[in-house]
């Protein structure tokens, strides 16, 4: 019930450099309804991410002068397992 996730699903990239990952979405949304399904994991704290800019993940999982953001936040120090997808 204290299991907290991030499921980041990049299939389009800002940069042309790097092609379009084809199965991305559908690989990020078969792990989040596996993680609730087969685990367990609480929906609410499942931060799924679709496409994830850097701003995204400095929200998620903060910066090196400030790490209290999302994940930060959910997290029960001592208590919580965390699962990180990309």
Do not use: H
């Not at 990020?28 to 496409?51: C, H």
């Amino acid at each position: 019930e204290n299991a907290v996730a991030v499921v980041i699903g990049n299939k389009n990239y800002i940069s042309a450099d790097i092609p379009e990952v084809d199965y991305a979405w559908n690989d990020a949304e078969t792990v989040k309804q596996y993680l609730v399904e087969a685990y367990g994991f609480y929906e609410g704290n499942i931060l799924f991410l679709p496409d994830a800019t850097l701003t995204d993940l400095n929200r998620t999982f903060g910066t090196k002068g400030n790490p209290k953001a999302r994940l930060f936040n959910l997290i029960k120090p001592g208590v919580s397992d965390v699962f990180v997808y990309y």
